[in-house]
């Protein structure tokens, strides 16, 4: 924010004078009017000076009735709830909210194609390979760069992510060669050690919880020696009592059907965890309109 403040005053775009800025360790010193506060977050960033100061984290500035907050951003795709909670976070504490869409107040964050043009024509780089947004954006940055500076079609550059591209004295092209570029998950003391199943379990835990079945059968005979269920983010055990008995039955009635024509001794764990899982899962969403993870426990005494 300074840096662009710095900018914009040198360029014409801000004029004021520098002893009208204040310290904002002395921001008590002023009328709540006489300030006016240019700070980050209006896309609703946790870590942000607007979020800092609407949940009363910042340490010297606090939103009071009737102030005005002005949001001079679009909203980008994908923060809309963040932004729309922001403003009702506002408004409860009594701002006045103006945004782009009311007046025009938007200022782009992204060069106009005309400034695209004077930048490739100040440069005239022989060489051009956009490596940011949609591919889509890339390809028509490319065929601008072409037009306007009459370049060859293979001197300007598309490449997917993680696409190799090698370069000689003599040229540069896009090789059909590619490396991993995905995401690198950082977990406690594990760097990519977390794949998209571990990521998957979680998202389904996090979401409709987990079902623990526990079930201890007589080795010699086949027969159900004990039954444990457990529930952990799906239901509450003790406001549940009849799904749980009924649940219980379901599993005693699968395992006396897979059990029936087998004998003891060639029990396959795998196998009836399997089935377990599966028909429980299909039972528990009949009765709840919900997945949770399912996790059948068999052992043999």
Do not use: W
């Amino acid at each position: 924010m300074q840096t662009n403040t710095a900018i914009a005053k040198k360029l014409g775009y801000l004029n004021y004078d520098h002893k009208t800025i204040v310290d904002v360790r002395n921001i008590h010193r002023y009328k709540p009017e006489e300030i006016t506060i240019l700070c980050t977050g209006a896309q609703g960033e946790d870590n942000a000076q607007l979020m800092k100061i609407i949940n009363r984290e910042h340490k010297y500035i606090r939103i009071q009735r009737g102030d005005t907050v002005i949001f001079s951003s679009s909203v980008i795709p994908g923060n809309e709830l963040a932004v729309q909670n922001m403003k009702d976070v506002l408004s409860k504490q009594g701002a006045n909210i103006y945004h782009y869409k009311m007046l025009d107040i938007h200022a782009s964050g992204h060069a106009y194609k005309e400034d695209i043009k004077l930048m490739l024509n100040l440069i005239q780089p022989k060489y051009v390979m956009p490596v940011h947004g949609f591919f889509y954006m890339q390809k028509l940055f490319a065929d601008l760069a072409e037009n306007t500076l009459q370049l060859p079609p293979d001197h300007c550059i598309l490449a997917s992510n993680g696409q190799i591209i090698e370069m000689t004295k003599e040229k540069i092209y896009v090789t059909n060669k590619f490396v991993t570029a995905n995401y690198v998950m950082v977990d406690g003391l594990g760097v990519g050690d977390v794949g998209e199943v571990v990521l998957r379990d979680r998202e389904t835990l996090a979401k409709d919880g987990m079902f623990i079945i526990t079930i201890i059968i007589d080795a010699k005979t086949g027969e159900i020696r004990t039954m444990e269920i457990v529930s952990r983010g799906f239901v509450f055990m003790k406001d549940s009592h009849e799904l749980i008995k009924e649940t219980k039955n379901q599993v005693a009635s699968i395992l006396k059907r897979l059990l029936a024509n087998i004998t003891p001794q060639t029990i396959n764990e795998s196998y009836l965890r399997n089935v377990l899982r599966d028909e429980i899962g299909l039972f528990l969403f009949e009765k709840t309109q919900r997945r949770p993870m399912i996790l059948p426990i068999i052992m043999e005494i």
